[in-house]
């Protein structure tokens, strides 16, 4: 039998885990884990890049742990854990290190978007993150990461170290591919309908927690920035209606085309309305379960503990790969 195709995935652990999150990635996800060799980590030291305050970032960490298992992640098909009970991601991200150059990395439009909204604190990390990135992915010989547009240049980031690798020493990493959806790889912010939904966005009326209330749900769509022509359609001079026509089409699995033909001369009103509906009853089972999650601590760090100690056996097979191919003496 062929040897399944192994998934890799994570999400950085700040404010809320969102909509988009959950439209661009963890979809994806959801469909994968039945078919693949799954690792879902929650990127808690992708996160350190920028200060969190300890209490609150071991909360929120927590938090989306739950989520991740709320939303359907199931520990029997998936490796969930948290990236930083993992050590060999940061020890393969110094070797990586070694195998990228400033200038790729300086050139990543991330790093230079959050250098410009963090003056205060352009750290060696922010600048690393991608190759911390590369170390998750290529530890576990991925074949495929299910990711959000936004993660594309980081994805080829890590193909062209994967390749420099191989190519310097000899096969060490398989070279993974993104996997990026066709239709809803950005959902955008519901007060910019422009801009990205952002999870660390301090405007809470532009993105949609998964766990938020049916009420916070409607309300924030009715106030979703759109334009003033009256009719449903998706186009490019109508940002703010077809986002929503695409959350829409994502979270009931209808065609965007069947949607804006059904809702074309209904108004604005009464489509919020349905898409408020809509989303409200594709997250209201993970908000329940979330609850329900939330409340057993000892469950969700067994979970987590399991996680990691079934990563750890592979990521240090790859590591050790690694380390004598570079040369270092053996242990
Ligand atoms: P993060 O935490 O910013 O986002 C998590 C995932 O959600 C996707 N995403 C979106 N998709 C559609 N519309 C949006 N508005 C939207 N916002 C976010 C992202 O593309 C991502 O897939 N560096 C990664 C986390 C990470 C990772 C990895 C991913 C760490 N290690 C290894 C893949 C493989 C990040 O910051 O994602």
Redesign the pocket.
Known sequence: MDKKKVV?????PTGCL?L??Y???VSNWLTMQDEYDCLF?I?DL?ALTVRQVPADFRKTALRFFAQYLAMGLDPKKSILYFQSHVPQHAELTWILNCFTYVGEASRMTQFKDKSQKHLDNVNMGLMDYPVL?AA??LLYQSDL?P?????KQ?LELTRDIAMRFNNLYSPTFVVPEAYIPKQ????CSLADPTA???KSDPDANATISIIDSPEEIINKIKRAVTDSEPHVAYSEDKPGISNLLTIFSAVTGRGIDSLADEYRDKGYAAFKSAVGEAVVEKLRPVRAEFERLSADKDYLMSVAREGAERAQRIAYKTLAKVYRKVGLVER
């Open positions: 890799y995935s994570g999400i950085q969102t988009g999150n439209i661009g990635a980590s990127a992708h990135m998750d992915i990461v990711v959000g547009g936004d993660q980081h809803g790889a950005k959902i990205k939904m952002s």
